[in-house]
C-alpha cells in the first residue's frame, strides 16, 4: 500500500512540472459600461480550445446577473438586427472563437453596473467550466 502511494505522489509531481495541461482558455473578457437602469449588457470574451476535442460553449453563470444567456446577432426577416438564443457554440481543436459586438456574445441580465469588473464562469460540453474575469471599459 505504501508503495502505491508514493507512486501516485511522484507522478502528480511529474505532471505539475509540465506546467498546465493543454485545456480551454478565456482572454480578454471585457463589457461595456452602461447606465444603471440597463436591463443587460452584452459580455465579450475569446475563448480558445487547446483540448483535442471539439468543445462547445452552452452558456455561463455570474453572480453579477441574474442570468447569462448565450445570444447571436442576425437579420430577421424584416432586414432589423435583433438577438436571439443560442443553444451552443462549438470551437474546434486547437481552435478559437471571438465573442465580438455584432455577433455572438453572452447577455448578462439585471447587471451589476456598479461594478468595474466581475467574474463569469463559461459552462463547456466536453470540458471543465472555466472562470475569467471581464473589465467593464469603453471600446
Ligand atoms: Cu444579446
Redesign the pocket.
Known sequence: MKRIVGFVSVAAIAVSACGSPPGVEARDAWSRPVPPVAP?T?VFVEIHNGTTDVVTLTGADSAACSEL?L?E?ALDEAGVMS?RPLAGLAIAPGDKETLAPGGI?L?CMSPDTALEEFAITLRLRNAEDVVVEVIVEDR
Do not use: G, V
Request: hydrophobic share 50%.
Open positions: 443587460a452584452a444567456q445570444h446577432t438577438m456574445h447577455m
